[in-house]
């Protein structure tokens, strides 16, 4: 007898099937729904990208540039980008082979996973960290190892956790500072220990620098700047963040000609090229962004200290970050976990956050606050936060926090 087989398909990949969604979006979506929720859950600046860049894709279009353009990025883009880094940092990247154009720093983590790894490599990632990591390196055949950092260490990795995770498999870490979740930079000194840590196992460092811009505190090290660290490090940035340019989709990898052609490889066949009217917003962000930049970092640093001591004084408590726009206080004293804190605080005083337990090991017993939002919105949400914690845990919180907050 014949099987109908005109009602089923094959099985998905075994490797999509076993991809866990991202614990970020899940609050998105049910904060979607509701009215009158304030969001300190996304993690994109509440800025539009500033008129000059604006300007400068529009009059691009304007002129017919609708094309592609060469693989690696419009020439003038990377020839910018190598000023750019040598400028900030004293790095130098050769633009015709050590600097690729991507969509995104996505896109570049993703090709960075591809170019070096072989099924079952090992790849160290500190946790609390971005929700990708951890999927690129899976997608990649990889085998991600997490490495949970401390809230007593403020989220720093140390060389001696990473050498209790490093194996004969390790083959590359992947370094995301300042942190998404946590806010955390790390000392030049103790960055240049991990780097040391590398260069003694042999392993790529995988840097991703899109907060590089937004640091409060100290000055930004750029990892590839460090002693021994160019010819093993792969640097991802790109304008989301510093140019509040997250839609136009455009970032760049820098990394040994090497690993950067083959990187190029596989992003001449899957994504060909960035689009090129982000490519020609991107050159005049970095001609003529500067100010815009420091404009964003005035008001972030505002934000900051007013979230940080609010949620202080409600009795979570919170380091003070040192980068990037995200507070991550501890609510461990409630005794609620992550998850059932920011799914009460969304359903009962409408505010969304992303529980900690989003980032991986290490984030549990914390909230993700991102302030990337204006200073009224952060007052009313700490007003909020104050009186659900009140309800649930009196104990732990001060006097009503809310006049004080004004
Ligand atoms: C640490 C980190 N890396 C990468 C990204 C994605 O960057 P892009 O917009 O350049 O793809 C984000 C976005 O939130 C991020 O927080």
Not at 104 to 112: N, P, Q, R, T, Y
Not at 230 to 250: E, V
Not at 337 to 356: I, K, W, Y
């Amino acid at each position: 007898m014949m099987i109908d087989q005109s009602n089923t398909v094959p099985p998905l990949s075994k490797i999509a099937r076993e991809l866990a969604p991202s614990g970020i979006r899940r609050f998105f979506d049910i904060a979607a729904k509701m009215h009158d929720v304030i969001s300190l859950g996304v993690g994109e600046p509440d800025f539009v990208t500033p008129w000059v860049i604006r300007e400068a894709g529009i009059y691009s279009i304007e002129k017919g540039q609708t094309t592609y353009t060469s693989n690696y990025g419009l020439l003038e883009l990377r020839q910018e980008i190598s000023k750019h880094l040598d400028w900030l940092y004293g790095v130098k990247y050769a633009p015709d082979n050590q600097i690729l154009v991507t969509v995104g720093v996505s896109e570049g983590m993703d090709l960075a996973m591809r170019a070096i790894l072989d099924p079952g490599d090992q790849v160290l990632v500190p946790e609390p960290c971005y929700v990708s990591y951890r999927p690129c390196v899976s997608l990649a055949g990889g085998e991600p190892i997490g490495v949970a950092t401390r809230s007593e260490d403020h989220f720093r990795v140390t060389v001696a956790q990473l050498e209790q995770a490093v194996t004969k498999r390790t083959k590359a870490i992947i370094l995301g500072f300042p942190s998404n979740p946590t806010g955390t930079t790390m000392p030049r000194e103790a960055l240049q220990e991990v780097v040391n840590f590398a260069h003694r196992h042999n392993l790529y460092i995988i840097s991703d620098e899109i907060y590089d811009r937004l640091t409060y505190e100290g000055e930004h090290t750029c990892v590839a700047s460090l002693e021994n660290a160019m010819q093993r490090t792969i640097t991802l940035n790109g304008f989301s963040k510093s140019y509040a340019m997250t839609g136009w989709r455009i970032g760049y990898a820098c990394a040994p000609v090497a690993v950067l052609s083959a990187m190029m490889k596989i992003h001449s066949y899957t994504a060909l090229c960035a689009p090129i009217t982000a490519q020609k917003a991107a050159i005049e962000a970095l001609k003529s962004g500067e100010s815009a930049v420091t404009d964003m970092v005035i008001q972030y640093n505002q934000r900051r200290r007013l979230i940080v001591e609010g949620l202080n004084l409600i009795g979570l408590s919170c380091h003070l970050p040192s980068g990037a726009f995200y507070a991550f206080p501890s609510i461990a004293t409630t005794g609620l976990s992550s998850e059932e804190f920011a799914e009460r605080l969304l359903f009962e005083e409408h505010v969304a956050v992303v529980p900690g337990t989003a980032f991986g090991e290490g984030g549990a017993g914390h909230i993700r606050c991102s302030y990337a939002t204006s200073i009224e919105k952060i007052e009313i949400a700490l007003e909020r936060i104050s009186r659900f914690v009140q309800k649930i845990a009196p104990e732990i919180s001060s006097s009503p926090p809310a006049a004080t907050l004004r």
